[in-house]
């Protein structure tokens, strides 16, 4: 049986996977928080990590994976350009999964939204709209990204260079080819992620709503479960959810 680690393991995430492997009747190998648990002797005793944490805590979560070269997904959110760049170089020693978002349905999504900003074109603008629970603490949510990714590939540009977000007092009109980013905080919403294409006379809204957090644990098992038998390189869900 695999022996799945957990970074982040009292977190919200950390226990719906917990409740997830239990009912896949994989006992966890262990778990760590911050300041509490011994990580090096984790990951020794682990196949996988799963790493649903912060991202203050990335650099050392990858240091001691690649030293004992164990695979590890990475769920954590509110990753900037050096977490990307530690996480393409843990990934050219071992397997690392790294997603803003594990569920299905939010990655099939993603592939609708790519595809319709490559057939639609700049006349249509695009705004990606995401509520959260009151607790969140990032913005906009790794979700959000990964769907402006999308249009942005879909489009063949570069999403950094074409991001409107926080828009507040007088802006100016919006930008031609602009992908823009507008997020919302309050109550227990587990994720919700409209994507809207609009213009001259018409719209298309798409989008996904996650009723609980099992859909994400689902997916980060998964993952865990197939990136085990991976060789050393970067992946995210398409690999596994062959999309
Ligand atoms: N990719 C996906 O599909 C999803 C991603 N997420 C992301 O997962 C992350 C966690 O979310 P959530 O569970 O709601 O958050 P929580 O705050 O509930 O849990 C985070 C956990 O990580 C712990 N932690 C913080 N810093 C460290 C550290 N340095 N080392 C080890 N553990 C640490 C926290 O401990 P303490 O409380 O003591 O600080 C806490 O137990 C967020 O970034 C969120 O956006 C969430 C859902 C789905
Ligand atoms: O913090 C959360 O809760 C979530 N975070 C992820 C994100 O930032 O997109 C995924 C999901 O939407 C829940």
Not at 127 to 154: F, N, Y
Request: proline share 2%; charged share 20%; net charge negative.
């Amino acid at each position: 049986m695999t022996a799945i680690g957990i970074i982040g393991a009292a977190g919200r995430m950390g226990q719906a996977i917990a409740a997830e492997l239990s009912v896949q009747g994989i006992t966890p190998a262990g778990g760590v928080d911050k300041g509490q648990g011994d990580l090096t002797a984790l990951v020794g005793a682990s196949d996988i990590l799963i790493d649903f944490s912060s991202p203050a805590a990335l650099a050392a979560n990858l240091d001691t994976c690649v030293a004992a070269n164990t695979p590890i997904v990475i769920g954590t959110t509110g990753l900037e350009a050096e977490h990307h760049a530690l996480i393409d170089e843990a990934a050219r020693r071992i397997p690392v999964l790294q997603t803003g978002n594990t569920s299905l349905g939010v990655n099939l999504l993603a592939a609708l939204v790519e595809d319709a900003a490559r057939r639609l074109g700049e006349d249509w603008d695009i705004e990606i709209v995401e509520m959260h629970h009151r607790h969140k603490v990032d913005a906009p949510s790794g979700t959000a990204l990964l769907l402006g990714q999308a249009a942005a590939r879909g489009r063949g540009v570069d999403l950094a260079a074409h991001t409107e977000s926080g828009r507040h007092g007088i802006t100016g009109a919006r930008a031609k080819g602009a992908i823009g980013f507008a997020a919302l905080r309050g109550g227990s919403v587990a994720g919700d992620h409209q994507v809207i294409l609009a213009t001259e006379g018409e719209r298309i809204e798409i989008g996904h709503r996650a009723e609980n957090r099992g859909i994400f644990a689902r997916g980060a098992v998964k993952a865990a479960l197939w990136l085990v038998g991976q060789p050393a390189g970067r992946y995210d869900m398409k690999s596994v959810l062959g999309l």
